[in-house]
């Protein structure tokens, strides 16, 4: 058992009895959502547009696997309630599902941008909306994974994905004061440049390439902030931390 800087000891996460649902579950910061929270002890459902990767997920990690686009409420909502049917009930989700597809404004890729907002907000009220209609008396966690993207468009390339990051953190607030009342975290936590493979939706291939070396070269492991989202899930119920940021270090 690690040590706290006082020299007590620092127990280990531990989601037994928790029936968490992630959205994008089947790569990336998802899987590792996944494999994190299983091993913790947590029963899991996830959510993925891809049936083969979500069939290896479940069949991996022994979660529950149901295959919907977040963007389409419908199919959102009864690939979710299958998941409960199985489950027994909800009491924390994961939204973690979202589209990053990098192009300035002027290039007028009007698809894209169409797909991203979908994605990364309706995307984000769709499961939220479903998900949290199971929870129970006892509340129940609703984490939203944001992007330091947020703060500011660093390049014009980036500008739709983070003003979609941006309009995350106003519905985050809204949620608070929404689902707080029924006694549910609501959280926001702002990752850095992770090691996802998040470049492949750059369409400059100059830019890909720039990107994906930096990614490589300074990017966190996605199971570093697996690791920290579990820790969070598993808070007594008297602690919220409302917002997190993790980056590579130097910011």
């Not at 899987?31 to 899991?44: H, L, M, P, S």
């Not at 199971?134 to 980036?158: C, H, L, Q, W």
């Not at 199971?223 to 808070?235: D, F, K, Q, Y």
């Amino acid at each position: 058992m690690a040590e706290a800087a006082g020299g007590a000891p620092v127990p280990p996460v531990d989601l037994s009895g928790r029936r968490i649902l992630v959205t994008g579950g089947t790569a990336g910061a998802g899987r590792a959502f996944v494999e994190a929270f299983r091993a913790a002890g947590a029963a899991v459902g996830v959510l993925g547009r891809d049936a083969a990767r979500l069939t290896e997920v479940a069949d991996t990690t022994g979660a529950v696997g149901r295959v919907a686009d977040v963007s389409d409420h419908d199919a959102t909502a009864t690939a979710v309630a299958e998941i409960v049917g199985v489950l027994g009930g909800l009491d924390g989700l994961i939204n973690n599902a979202g589209l990053m597809l990098h192009s300035p404004p002027s290039k007028g890729q009007h698809d894209d941008w169409a797909r991203m907002i979908s994605a990364n907000l309706l995307g984000v009220m769709h499961a939220t909306t479903v998900a949290a209609s199971y929870f129970g008396d006892g509340g129940g966690d609703i984490i939203n994974v944001g992007s330091t993207a947020a703060e500011r468009v660093s390049r014009a390339d980036f500008t739709v994905y983070s003003a979609s990051k941006a309009a995350l953190r106003r519905l985050t607030e809204g949620f608070r004061l929404d689902y707080g009342e029924r006694g549910v975290r609501v959280v926001l936590v702002n990752p850095g440049l992770l090691r996802t493979g998040w470049t492949a939706g750059i369409r400059d291939a100059a830019l890909r390439e720039d990107l994906a070396s930096l990614t490589d070269r300074r990017g966190l492991p996605v199971g570093l902030l697996a690791s920290e989202v579990a820790r969070l899930l598993g808070l007594p119920r008297t602690v919220y931390v409302q917002e997190i940021t993790i980056t590579p270090f130097p910011a």
